[in-house]
């Protein structure tokens, strides 16, 4: 996998808590990124900085039709995306670094 594998990802401040969905070209550093608060804004100022969700899409324009897409979701289909594939909220973080 190239350092430009274009994902959608949702980082999250705690189990159910609040929500940030992100699209990226490297997922791995722009996790770390969120996790360290070295990106300024919502995600610094609110703590969120568990990687709880994410999928890889084969190119960024189906990357950004797809962040669009959850951002237009209401909570609880979010949370349901979430609890599906992580119902333990585990921070991704780690399965990144393999």
């Known amino acids: 996998m190239t350092s430009k594998q274009p994902a959608v990802y949702i980082m999250a401040s705690g189990e159910r808590a609040t929500l940030y969905v992100g699209v990226t070209g490297n997922l791995r550093l722009r996790a770390w990124e969120h996790r360290e608060g070295l990106v300024e804004g919502f995600t ?17 324009p189906s990357a950004i039709e797809r962040e669009k897409q959850l951002k237009k979701w209401n909570r609880a289909w979010k949370l349901e995306l979430i609890e599906t594939t992580n119902p333990e909220w585990r921070d991704l973080w780690e399965d990144l670094l393999d």
């Open 44 to 60: 610094k100022r609110y703590g969120v900085k568990r990687l709880v969700w994410f999928e890889y899409r084969p190119d960024f």
